[in-house]
């Protein structure tokens, strides 16, 4: 069960590097200014989630189903990071989109977040959940194929669970949002 796991998750990111973005999406993208270009292609690295979602069969199994209890003890525990993960991030992107970091910064940056599951995973995941329950695997999968809509399907996903949870979950700030829009 763990191997066909691990086999899922990985032929997930085969599945979505050979099929996504579009040609007409990437044409769009270069377009774009460079930071925003960067920005963009490291909302692709939340297919870490998409793929631990794919791998788990859907939002409502527990993406360590079939592993261990140290594995499923560390993802617990770093996905009960998620508010404070997204924030890292969301400040990343904001220092890329300010022009703020060099380029071995955002290299360093980014594969820190990578970890052994950390906000890549942990964050995509939960994203990756609440769109799916909230508006379907279609719309997910719209999603995947054009990372520039991930964060504000995200956020209205995430309005629409606050208008009736107890424990809001954290937007992405508009101006990440907007830039990464065009």
């Not at 925003?36 to 199994?61: H, R, S, W, Y």
């Not at 499923?72 to 525990?77: K, N, T």
């Not at 809509?149 to 954290?170: F, G, R, W």
């Amino acid at each position: 069960k763990k191997f066909e796991n691990t086999l899922a998750h990985e032929l997930h990111h085969i599945g979505y590097g050979s099929s996504c973005p579009a040609a007409s999406t990437a044409e769009e993208i270069k377009k774009l200014p460079a930071n925003t270009q960067m920005a963009i292609k490291l909302v692709g690295a939340f297919g870490e989630g998409f793929a631990m979602l794919a791998a788990a069969g859907g939002p409502d199994v527990h993406p360590h189903a079939v592993s261990g209890a140290d594995e499923r003890a560390r993802w617990d525990q770093d996905v009960a990071n998620f508010d404070n993960d997204l924030k890292k991030v969301e400040q990343f992107f904001l220092d890329i989109l300010g022009n703020k970091l060099t380029e071995d910064e955002i290299q360093k940056t980014a594969y820190s977040f990578f970890g052994i599951q950390g906000p890549w995973y942990t964050v995509g995941w939960k994203m990756s959940v609440v769109i799916e329950k909230t508006f379907g695997r279609a719309k997910l999968i719209e999603c995947f194929c054009d990372q520039r809509k991930l964060l504000a399907t995200y956020n209205e996903a995430a309005a629409k669970h606050n208008s009736s949870s107890p424990k809001p979950l954290p937007l992405w700030s508009r101006s990440i949002v907007d830039a990464l829009r065009g």
